[in-house]
């Protein structure tokens, strides 16, 4: 499985920012896909994930601003980041994992600035 992401960049806080990944290959369901985060300095977090039964779980940092959806016939995955904080720059990692095997995307730098 290869995942593809895009759409990191710089905005200013409070702005907005759309994330989108693409799965391809053999993909095996139920799965999970998701997006993580990691700053500088700390460990990589879970930001949101979304499985194929539309289990949605969400860091409570981000709860309120950014929203996660999921194509299952196109095998995408989508965040949508709103009122972006300084705090919310990291590279994002998309992420699938079908219960077997966690398979990621190449990362995608997201900075916030103040």
């Known amino acids: 499985v290869q995942l593809q992401a895009s759409g990191g960049g710089l905005v200013q806080t409070g702005g907005s920012l759309r994330l989108s990944c693409a799965a391809s290959g053999t993909i095996f369901s139920p799965n999970v896909m998701g997006w993580y985060r990691q700053a500088p300095g700390t460990e990589r977090e879970l930001v949101a994930s979304?499985?194929?039964?539309?289990?949605?779980q969400y860091l409570d940092s981000v709860k309120g601003r950014f929203t996660i959806s999921r194509d299952n016939a196109k095998n995408t995955v989508s965040l949508q980041m709103s009122i972006l904080k300084p705090e919310d720059t990291a590279v994002y990692y998309c992420s699938l994992n079908d219960y077997v095997n966690e398979y990621w995307g190449q990362g995608t730098l997201v900075t916030v600035s103040s």
């Open positions: 979304l499985s194929v039964s539309d289990i949605i």
